[in-house]
Structures are given as C-alpha cells and as structure tokens.
C-alpha cells in the first residue's frame, strides 16, 4: 500500500485520529526536550522547565533516558515463546463445549473488540459501532479524536458491554458444539467444566488474537485505525504493535495481573514525519528512539481494583517524573488543566480492567502466585452482560450450569428427531414408479428423482369430489382452491353458496346414491395436517406470542383414548422468535436450533360434550425430542432470561382456535366423529338432511312414518339414509318399455271380448288428453299399462311419464340442483279391478276403483320420504302434482269403463295380461 499525504484544506491539515496522538506521546517527549535544551541552552533551558514544567532540565532528561532504556529482557518476565497458543484453545473448548475441529473465530474478537468493519456498517446504515466498541470506548474516555459522524449517545452493533458475549455467541454452533461432552454433563460436578489456564497459556492465545485481528478487516477498515494504516505505508499493524505477556503474581488475598504490549515506536514515527514532510529522518528517531516502547498495565484484582500503568523499564518513581514532565507540556499556555495520568489510566482500565474484574469476582486464585487461575467463563459472562441485574428471588437467578444445561437441551433436541414420520404431512413422498403405494416422509436428502411430493391439499380436494361431489369450477369457470373448500367447513369463512348444494356435480349423485359402501368423508391425519395449517395461518399467526413463531402445523395424530379423544399436534416454529426476548444468550441458543424448533401439543378434544361444564384434560407440551423433565428444565431456564415459555400461556392459544376449527367442522358438518388417525365426517345426504331438509325448530323434517296422511309429533324424522334412497330411487330407476301404440276406439274397447293392456292404456291415455277439466294433463305421457292376476289381487299399474319441470308451479329450488342429472320421474298408479272394492266420495258423489300410488318403484314409506323432500325443497312447499289425487282420477276412468263393460255380460273376469267379460246367463 502506497504512502498517503494529508489533505489540506484552509491551510490546515485534518486531524489525525487520537490513536496517533496517544502513539506519539513519546516523540513529543523528546522533540520538546532536544528543543529546550539545545534551543536556548542549558541554563536558559533549566530556568525555562523550572519555570512551565517545575521540573530541572536534568529531570527533565532523565525521561528521556528512561524512555530509551528497552530492553525486552528487563521488562518481560514471562515469555511465551514456544509455548503454543492450542494450549489455551483447548482449555477455552472444553470450557465452552466445542469439540476439537472448532473454529474459535479470532478476528470475530477482534471485531468485536474494536467494531465492525466500515463495509458493514454502510451496508447496515450504521456509523458508530466503534464508540461503542471496546476500543471506541477506551479511546472515547481518553479524549481521542474519533472519526467524522460518530455522535454521542448513538447505540451500536459493535461489542460494547456484551462484546465478549457476542463473541462467545458466535462460537455456539451445532456444528462446533462437542455432543460427547454436552451429554455427559453433570451439575454436580460443575468445577470439571471452569477454564483452568497459565498466564503464559493466557498470553499466547492472546497474541495470536491480537496478531490475526490486526491483520483482519475489521481493523484494517477501522476508522480507529485509518489514520496508522495510511502512516505506516507498506507495513502492517501486526508489524508494529505485539503483546508480549500476561503475568500472574500476588496472592490469594491481593491478586495481580501484568499485561504488556509493545509498539515499534521508529516505524511508526518515521511514517508519521515522512507522511507529514515528506522527508526522511529514519536517523532521528534512530538516535533518539528506542526500537520498542513498552506498556505495562498492572492491575490489582483485589478489592481496589487499582492498575498502575509503566513505560519501558520505569519503577514507579520514574513514572511520577513522567507524568509530571508529559502533564507540563500538556496543560503549557493556561487552559483547562489535564492529568495525563489519570485519562491514560482509565483507558487502559477500560481494556484491562473488565478481564481483572471477572477474574476478580469469579475466578479461583488460590494458585495465582504460580500463575495459574481458574475462572467459570460462562458465568463470568452472564455478570459482565448484567443478565442478573435487578433479580432478588434466588429461584431467577441464571447461573452457568443453567446455560450449559440450555447448551445440551438445544443441542442433543433435534427438529428431525422430533418429526413423527406416519403422522407428518409435510415432506411425504410417493414413488413414481408404485403410485399405489402409501406416501412415505423422507428427509430433503433422501428424496430421488422417482419421488413425487404429496399434495394432501389435493388429497382433501379429491375426497371431497368423491364423496360430497364438490365441483372444483364453479358456474362461471372460476377455480375453487383449498382455502374456498375449506369453508365448508367453517374454516376462514363462509363459502360461496348458502349449503353443499351450490356446490355438488348433480351428475354423479346418482352413482353416489347406489353405492352400498361408506360413502362418509374420511379426514386422514395428513388431510387434518393440512387443514389445521390453514386454521393455524389465518387464527394463531395473527395473535399472541404464536404470532412471533411464524407456526406452521408440521404433523397431526387423533388418538382415542376410552371415550375421550385426542390431537397429537406438531408446530413448527422459528427459534429466534421462540428466544427473541432472551438477548444474546437467546440468540446463541436460536443459532444452535437452527431454522425450526418443534412445538409438540397433546390436547383433548372430545366432541358432544357440554363445553361449560365439562374439564378437558390439561394440554401438554414438549420441545422437539425432549423428556419431559428436560423440557421443565429448560422452560425454566428460559423463564430467567425473560422467555415466557410457559406451557398454560402457549396451550391456550392452540387450544381455542383447534377447538374453535373442530367445533366449525362439527357445526357446518353434523355427524362428524373420530376415530384414531382420521376423522369421519358425516356423507353428502345426512349433511343435506341435518343442513337444508330442516324445519322451523332446526331440526330435520319428518315423514308421515305412521300413515295417518298427516305429519305430527310421532312421525319420525328424515335421516341421511332416507335422503340417499329417495335420490337413489330418483336416479337408477330403469322406465319400462311402452306396450302402447297404434290407436284404438272406445267402441272397440266396449264390443270386444277382451281388455288387452294395449287398449286399456288408450283408453286411459284418451281420457286424460280430452276429458274436461281433467289434471292428468300434468303426466306428461302414459308409457305402459299391466294387467296382473296375483292370488286373489287384481290389478291394474299404470307407469306415467312426468316432466320434472311439472312437479313445480315455481321453478324447483334446491331440488333441482339436487336432481339436476334428471328430466324425467316416472309415477306408478296401482288400481284394484275389484269393482266391489270400489268407493264413493262422499263430497263429489264420484265412484271410482281404489287406487295408490308411488315414484320409480318407491315402496310406500320411501314414498312418503319423498314427499317429505319435495314438499321442503319446492319453494311452494308441495309438488304442483298429487299424485295421490291423479290416481284417484285414473281410479275413476277406470271404474267407469268396467262399468260399462261388464254390464252387457255377467261381471269381469281379470287374467294376466287382460280382462275379460263373463258372459251372461242364458
């Protein structure tokens, strides 16, 4: 990388970043003092240090010895060289879990330690994170200059309080996560699992941090670092700055620990003066300079806290003649006063101090006099991210073992685990090659070019077409899709049409109506799944704290249990809006579950019962594949990093709206019952009957069962089953063939020897087309007369074509989009040719053959379930024709022309097929 120079603008060159200024402390030391002395000479120059610095210009010389003297031997005491940083590393795994091939992520540190990269913070919109970083903050509490657009105040994506917990969150992957470990994992035998360390092992691990992280984007974009990287031209920072050691001392009581870094002050001098004058003086820091400056923070890990801060080989009495003579130059010309002492301090307290301070509080430091600590990291974690801040009921208190407990549950749950392969929806494939086969569930893995995913949306569809005849294009060629289907069922509302009937392919009802078969809807468990996703979508989604978990209805079992039943149901829902509200832990935790986590409920929901009165069992919950006591476990771990996780509050809301969806289905569809695996939902005629053939009390209507030409209160009501005979009856009726043509006379009929059928249906057929003010005209055609001699029974049956469209002075209603495959019914007239048996209308003095009266064959109480049905689907109430009174016309006809016929013999005689004239007595 190119040397840069400064811009300059009005004459005045930009600031550079503070980072610079702290760096140079040491130059402006020398600088100020080869001035004075050789400036003016030594007695003017020892008067003019008494005078501004209170200091003689021999002290004031003696800093700058002090700061050339060095050497690294004097001022590192423990070296790590050769000590390789993997011991740390394995120390920090076992503590955190990870198995050996975990990647410790070590510019994400970094990162964290001095903000996000400038890239991501444009792409994020962000400015700050470095205020708010480690760095930023150290620098912040120094007076540095930060860059252009960081304001105070601002929040930030980068590390602050929680820099070394985001860390931490980010090492926590499945895929990082030692299983072996986790598994075995014993509370009671916690101190196994603290973070036992050297200081040398500490420093190691440390310098490689620091030596990949200067090197990393995070820092090379800083704008922190800006300002140095443009200064040192060709180098790199990992050239310049080194950490050169951690040092545990003390004792038990009063535990310290030294930390020193290093900056090849030359380099970084020569590319400031050379960037600035564009000279090179590499000979001036060369006499002046010392190779390294050295900084050594000593912190007290006892009560106090305190840090002493050392440069070089200083003691502490050359620190106080340090900043004695830096104070001087600083606070020269009047002004605020400043003490160097204190603002390098506290920076350096704002980088040391939050590891001396967790050591401090949570680590073991019995052996810290041999340079060995133990320190329980994760629940140093939890205090420094203030997860416990405000808690005084111990039983809320998040401790260690409690996220390492977290750690297992999440991690040895599995979403796959939890899926019930038979009862899953979701991901079932058939194979092309064996359609017949069950859809089996297979993993995204496992699936081959021969499968074909099912669609049990579909599957539904198709049921419903079976079984309810449900036209999937309406009227106007608009296709219905599932969610219009599923409001049949009173699930998102109400459909298109007032009943079923709007939606059925009449074609076909006749075939449903013969099939002796359960022609009832199956619901399988699949099907179900489908359904209650639907429910799921447009009810559970939209409310609560379901709504956060983005649900999806993943599988669904209905179980019996005695005489109770109940739903197996399985949520998938999003980990990160299960554990939004539990910080960085709760992202830690989401980022191991992955994408879905599985909510398993079991709740009862036995129908016909009085929802008042009557106690459901409670609802159980369960978290992928996890025991119930893990489940506990957790639900309370969850509860102290603010996760209302309760089983009362998520039952609740998948109790309602499943019972609410059951309850729409048993409404909408009466007859509905369960069964393990499927539910059964009632067929196409008993809905018809319970749903459209009701009266006035709600209830299907009733049939004259007893015969006394009345409906009253001990008829029996219209069933399903009498509905599907009646059609059945309607639709597979075979019409005889005709027996009558040609054309006979009336006179022919009386003068001959015999009646044949033939002539007996052209008299008949002649009468109803010419008789006056006779109503047979509504029959629109007598197709056939039988004449029947059985035992002592003589009849005669007359099979009359009508027109549908004659049934109904007003169109048909709902009964002809029942029975829109049919044009014609056919009535069948039964008349006793006993003339004795005949009868007088007391009313109209008419004489006429006893006669009844049926359609399409219907025995007489399917007879009477057919006027039932006309008489509710006709709009007028009736049918325009009854046929009871047409065949007392026929009776009538038939009655007068025996009459005739036998009064010129000796009465009738009937055979099979005719009637003959006994003849007269001689």
Not at 103 to 108: I, Q, R
Not at 579 to 588: F, N
Request: proline letters at 2%.
């Amino acid at each position: 990388m190119s040397k840069k120079k400064v811009v300059v603008s009005n004459n005045k060159k930009k600031k550079r970043n503070g980072c610079c200024t702290c760096l140079l402390v040491a130059f402006i030391v020398f600088v100020a003092v080869l001035g004075v002395g050789v400036g003016v000479g030594w007695y003017f120059g020892d008067k003019y240090t008494k005078q501004y610095l209170d200091m003689s210009l021999k002290d004031c010389f003696a800093v700058v010895r002090d700061l050339t003297r060095a050497k690294e031997k004097n001022i590192v005491e423990k070296s790590y060289a050769g000590t390789s940083e993997t011991e740390f590393e394995t120390q920090l795994k076992k503590q955190l879990f990870l198995n050996e091939s975990a990647d410790l992520n070590k510019d994400t540190l970094m990162e964290q330690i001095v903000g996000n990269k400038e890239s991501e913070r444009i792409a994020e919109g962000k400015n700050e994170s470095e205020r708010n970083s480690l760095l930023g903050r150290a620098l912040k509490e120094s007076g540095a200059d930060l860059s252009d657009g960081l304001q105070d105040g601002e929040e930030s994506s980068g590390g602050g309080d929680n820099a070394i917990m985001n860390y931490v969150s980010s090492l926590f992957t499945r895929e990082n996560m030692d299983l072996v470990s986790l598994s075995a994992y014993d509370e009671s035998e916690h101190g196994n699992y603290i973070l036992n360390f050297t200081d040398v092992q500490l420093a190691a691990f440390l310098s490689s941090v620091i030596k990949e992280g200067l090197n990393s984007e995070a820092v090379t974009e800083s704008d922190a670092f800006r300002s140095i990287n443009e200064i040192l031209g060709d180098k790199s920072l990992s050239d310049v700055l080194f950490f050169d050691q951690v040092v545990f001392s003390g004792t038990q009581d009063d535990p310290h620990m030294k930390m020193t870094l290093s900056v090849d002050v030359r380099t970084v001098v020569n590319g400031y003066m050379s960037d600035s004058t564009g000279m090179n003086l590499g000979f001036v820091t060369k006499l002046f300079l010392p190779k390294r400056l050295y900084v050594t923070a000593d912190v007290s890990m006892g009560g106090d806290g305190k840090l002493d801060l050392f440069i070089n080989e200083m003691n502490a009495t050359k620190m106080e003649r340090f900043y004695k003579f830096v104070n001087g130059l600083a606070n020269i010309g009047g002004g605020e006063q400043k003490d160097i002492r204190e603002t390098i301090n506290e920076s350096a307290e704002k980088i040391v101090g939050g590891v001396a301070k967790a050591v401090r509080d949570y680590g073991d430091v019995s052996e810290i006099s041999s340079g060995k600590i133990k320190i329980d990291l994760l629940q140093a974690l939890i205090e420094v991210s203030k997860l416990n801040e405000g808690k005084e009921d111990p039983e809320r208190i998040l401790t260690s073992p409690d996220i390492i407990y977290a750690l297992k549950y999440v991690v040895t749950s599995d979403f796959e685990n939890a899926i019930e392969t038979e009862y899953t929806w979701k991901d079932r494939y058939y194979n092309a090659d064996n359609p017949s086969a069950p859809a089996v569930y297979k993993k995204a893995t496992e699936v081959g070019d021969k499968d074909v995913l099912a669609d049990y949306e579909d599957e539904l569809l198709k049921e419903l077409e079976r079984k309810y005849l449900i036209k999937r294009v309406d009227e106007q060629g608009n296709e219905r899709g599932f969610a219009d289907l599923m409001k049949l069922f009173g699930i998102g509302g109400d459909g298109d049409g007032k009943t079923v009937l709007d939606w059925i392919d009449s074609d076909k009802l006749g075939e449903l109506a013969a099939r002796r078969d359960d022609i009832s809807v199956v619901l399988t468990d699949e099907m179900l799944g489908a359904i209650f996703n639907a429910e799921v979508n447009s009810i559970i989604s939209s409310n609560g704290d379901m709504a956060k978990m983005s649900p999806q209805v993943y599988q669904v079992h209905i179980e019996r249990q005695g005489d109770k039943y109940f739903m197996h149901a399985g949520l998938a829902v999003k980990a990160d809006g299960v554990l939004g509200d539990a910080g960085a832990i709760g992202g830690m935790l989401s980022g191991i579950f992955g994408d879905n986590m599985m909510l398993k409920f079991v709740m009862e929901i036995t129908t016909g019962v009085n929802k008042e009165t009557y106690e459901y069992a409670p609802t159980t919950l369960a978290l992928n594949d996890l025991e119930q006591d893990e489940m506990n476990r957790l639900i309370s771990i969850l509860s102290k990093l603010g996760v209302d996780f309760s089983v009362e509050s998520l039952a609740g809301q998948i109790e309602t709206p499943m019972r609410d969806a059951l309850n729409n289905m048993e409404t909408q569809m009466p007859g509905l019952r369960f069964e393990t695996s499927k539910i059964l939902m009632a067929d196409l005629f008993s809905v018809t009957v319970d749903k459209v053939l009701v009266g006035d009390d709600g209830m299907p209507v009733r049939y004259d069962s007893n015969g006394n030409g009345e409906i009253d209160d001990g008829d029996e009501r219209l069933a399903g089953a009498d509905l599907k005979g009646v059609i059945n009856s309607l639709y597979n009726f075979n019409a005889p063939e005709t027996n009558i043509s040609g054309d006979v006379s009336v006179g022919d009929i009386i003068t001959g020897e015999k009646i044949t059928e033939e002539q007996l249906g052209h008299y008949i057929k002649n009468q109803m087309e010419n008789s006056q003010g006779c109503q047979l005209d509504n029959f629109t055609n007598l197709i056939r007369v039988d004449i029947v001699k059985d035992g002592e029974n003589e009849y005669a049956k007359f099979t009359v074509e009508i027109d549908k469209e004659k049934l109904f002075a007003s169109g048909g209603g709902d009964f002809n989009k029942f029975t829109g495959g049919i044009e014609k019914f056919y009535a069948e007239i039964t008349v006793d040719l006993k003339l004795a048996n005949a009868v007088t209308d007391s009313e109209t003095g008419k004489t006429y053959c006893k006669t009844s009266a049926t359609v399409n064959g219907m025995e007489d109480t399917r007879r009477k379930q057919f006027d039932a049905v006309i008489g509710k689907f006709n709009p007028d109430g009736k049918a325009q024709i009854s046929f009871d009174d047409r065949a007392q016309e026929i009776g009538a006809m038939v009655y007068n022309l025996l009459s005739a016929y036998s009064a010129t013999g000796n009465g009738i005689e009937v055979e099979n097929g005719a009637i003959s004239r006994i003849p007269a007595q001689a």
